[in-house]
């Protein structure tokens, strides 16, 4: 399974799980998980932060289904702040 992971507001990432889930081409294929990171600050400038893990099913991976997700992650930056995370940067800051 190949695994693409990305951090950014967690209400833009939720609007990002739910566009996956709804295109049919991709919710045959991806998995979805988001997970809400805990802030440091009160401030009201900063949402909740998120990370949104996209799980695709091994031997199923073509160049078209990573140009949906691609697409799909373009209009999530368009919104807000989203920004690739290395998966083994998460486990090993966990």
Avoid: F, W
Avoid at 50 to 65: F, P, R
């Amino acid at each position: 399974m190949i695994k693409l992971m990305y951090r950014g507001g967690a209400a833009n990432l939720q609007l990002l799980a739910e566009e996956i889930r709804e295109a049919p081409e991709l919710s045959r294929q991806c998995t979805v998980e988001i997970t809400y990171q805990e802030t440091q600050s009160d401030s009201l400038h900063h949402g909740q932060l998120a990370d949104i893990a996209i799980s695709v099913a091994a031997g199923v991976a073509t160049n078209g289904l990573y140009e949906a997700i691609r697409a799909l992650i373009d209009r999530a930056r368009d919104r807000g702040s989203v920004e690739p995370v290395d998966p083994l940067e998460r486990e090993g800051g966990e």
